[in-house]
């Protein structure tokens, strides 16, 4: 009787020692936990994880920028973490959430207009973007835009072109916004009014979107001489209306067809062959099309090489599938192109068509394309475009300090200590 009652009592002092200890040990990750910023970022494509790209931009940043987000109560957790990293990361960086309903005035000082806004500014020099799934992308084009060169995208105006102020079916409205949001500034460009013809020396890229006019042989030498002296530009057109284009593009050796393309291979929704569909992409377009969403094109037309291009390259960036048709030609069709030359001066992008780009048809995939376009081209931007991430849109999960110290009470503690308790209670009634 001795005996059984010394082993239970070192039974017990062993379990009382085994629970001193977990109780220790839980007290001193506690306090060790409390100390830290502890975070696990499981989101698709670590969202929330500041890239390399991104924390060396951060590094080299040297001007205060103050980030305003403007949200309601329990509103923008995404971005507002986010963008916690930015601040955390950078000395530079400050980071100030606003309830616009409790601060209106400082809402109108910004011109915000709902929740969900965003400002970056520097002194003067502001940003704004909308949450809508803006990730470090975005966040990074803000920060350039408001502590480097201003750099502007210039629409050619005064042919009957495409207006980036368009908001209609047809305009081109919802492409400016993204290039807005990017870190370009949005311009419009007539080149005859108030004085002689010529394109500002801040334009990253011109775009000539589908002119229904002819330019006048002032305008396409001024076009001429920012191409010659390095100047990048897109250039679109539809069906039809090429012939505008056309003396701009034959110096390249290509020209644009006048009849639309038939796709009978890949089109929208497999029932809609005069809306060819592009999934896959020339070898040459991978550094500009590797992630793309697909891209359709309504009523294209086709960018035709000519023989004899001269000391300029001709690269396919769309093409249609082998089952195509144009007239009576059949076959592959270049839908878009980039222009090299290849004695020097910039490089020009066609596109066979226009209507992909309007605020009607301008989905993830058209949208993105363009917007890799315009970053390839403007070469002060390609570390931007690296800093690309993953969007809001990939279900995130992070896991805040809180989080954490909740589990491992569950898993350390009272899950062993249940088990404890019930194996007490078994041990008791068998005694």
């Known amino acids: 009787m001795r005996g059984r009652t010394g082993r239970l009592f070192r039974q017990g002092a062993n379990t009382g020692i085994s629970v001193a200890a977990l109780v220790g040990l839980l007290i001193l990750v506690n306090a060790v936990a409390a100390g830290l910023n502890l975070k696990m970022d499981v989101s698709s494509g670590h969202y929330y994880t500041l890239s390399a790209a991104t924390k060396g931009y951060l590094k080299g940043l040297r001007t205060p920028v103050k980030i305003y987000a403007f949200y309601g109560p329990g509103q923008g957790g995404p971005a507002r973490m986010l963008l916690t990293q930015y601040r955390e990361f950078s000395p530079f960086v400050s980071l100030r959430v606003v309830d616009p309903a409790r601060d209106p005035s400082l809402a109108q000082q910004f011109g915000v207009q709902q929740d969900g806004t965003i400002v970056f500014a520097n002194g ?97 030498g001024a076009i001429t001489a920012y191409l010659r002296r390095g100047g990048e530009a897109i250039f679109t057109s539809e069906p039809g209306n090429g012939t505008f284009l056309n003396p701009l593009l034959l110096p390249y050796g290509v020209r644009l067809s006048n009849g639309a393309v038939a796709d009978f291979g890949e089109n929208l929704k497999g029932a809609d062959p005069a809306t060819p569909e592009v999934t896959q992409y020339p070898s040459f377009s991978l ?133 404890l308790a019930a194996g007490g209670i078994v041990w008791w009634q068998r005694r």
């Open 124 to 220: 003067k020099r502001r940003d704004t973007l909308l949450d809508m799934g803006s990730g470090q992308n975005a966040f990074n084009a803000a920060l350039a835009t408001v502590t480097g060169p201003v750099r502007y995208a210039y629409f050619l105006a005064g042919h009957g072109e495409k207006s980036p102020a368009d908001g209609t079916s047809g305009g081109l409205s919802q492409l400016a916004a993204a290039l807005n949001n990017d870190g370009f500034r949005v311009r419009t460009l007539a080149l005859l009014g108030g004085g002689a013809p010529g394109i500002p020396a801040d334009c990253a890229v011109l775009v000539v979107a589908d002119p229904t006019t002819g330019l006048l042989p002032a305008e396409r």
């Open 287 to 419: 550094n500009l099309t590797s992630g793309v969403p697909a891209t359709y094109y309504p009523t294209s037309a086709a960018v035709e090489k000519l023989p004899g291009s001269g000391s300029y390259s001709v690269e396919p960036l769309v093409q249609t599938s082998a089952n195509s048709v144009l007239g009576k030609k059949k076959g592959t069709f270049t839908l878009a192109a980039v222009l090299g030359n290849l004695t020097g001066g910039g490089n020009v992008v066609v596109f066979a068509d226009t209507d992909f780009l309007t605020n009607a048809y301008n989905n993830l995939g058209n949208q993105q394309l363009f917007l890799r376009t315009v970053r390839w081209l403007d070469h002060s931007k390609q570390d931007l475009a690296a800093m690309s991430q993953t969007s809001v849109a990939s279900a995130p999960l992070i896991m805040p300090v809180a989080a954490m110290q909740t589990m491992f009470y569950v898993l350390v503690l009272f899950l062993p200590l249940g088990m």
